[in-house]
């Protein structure tokens, strides 16, 4: 008798989280970063599928047919915009119609300084504490548009969570702003960094504005040294998906100190160092902090 009880309950919750399952509307991002972000607002209520997997490149990405097999049934599309990830529209074409939220929707650009882009928007500004507030509250608005029922929920994970990024940041940004003020330059491989370097008061350089360039040609090595020289630059840092090689050459040459790799475009596996976008965030900037706070 009792044993029937507790199948019957088995039965009646399994069926009970089926149909929660099936309630569960589905999220499509761009890339990692957006679906971790989408994830912490949508809690139970969405199934959140990213298109390009961790640790990609995703300047330049060519979906397979898998990719748009996992895509199918989409409710609603997350992604940047700003000229970022223009393969994205191109792939939403084959789901039909899905919805798509341009996720940098009102953030202020920071234009993109030299080489064949000058002038265009740099794209990366989901890099910087203060500009997650306003993907947060974007990504709060998509969903609560897809999925009308679920909008408190979406509003309060949305607040919860720009909570914690506001308390983790401040320590972080409280070190940088201690620092004597010709030593907050931040000098890196690629531009990505531009949001977070305004956010924090550093000075910014590259070797390359943006990975859609030439990456480390004899022309951006030769001016990037010489900056670093004008201006007494103490390190240099990569990004996890390009390669490190320039950056290193540039250290060695000026003999200053390679930084290590910051993390921009794509979260890690859960194993690695990386795996949300806080830790993307968190890693990437202690890294700038050590580099910049070490004693040569
Ligand atoms: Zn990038």
Redesign the pocket.
Known sequence: MRLIAILALTLAIGLAGQASASDRIKVLTSFTVFADMARNVAGEHAEVVSITKEGAEI?MFRPTPGDIKRGLGADVALWNGMGLETWFERYLENLGAVKAYTLSDGVEPILIGEGPYEGRANP?AWMSPGNAMTYIDNIVAALTETDPANAQAYAANGEAYKAEIAATFAPIRAAIEALPEEKRWLVTS?A?FSYLAADFGLKEASIWA??ADDQGSPQQVRRIIDLIRDNDIPVIFSESTVSPKPAEQVARETGIAYGGVLY??SLSTPDGPVPTYIDLLKVTSQTIVTGLTAQP
């Open positions: 300047h990366h690629e990505a943006i990975n921009v475009d």
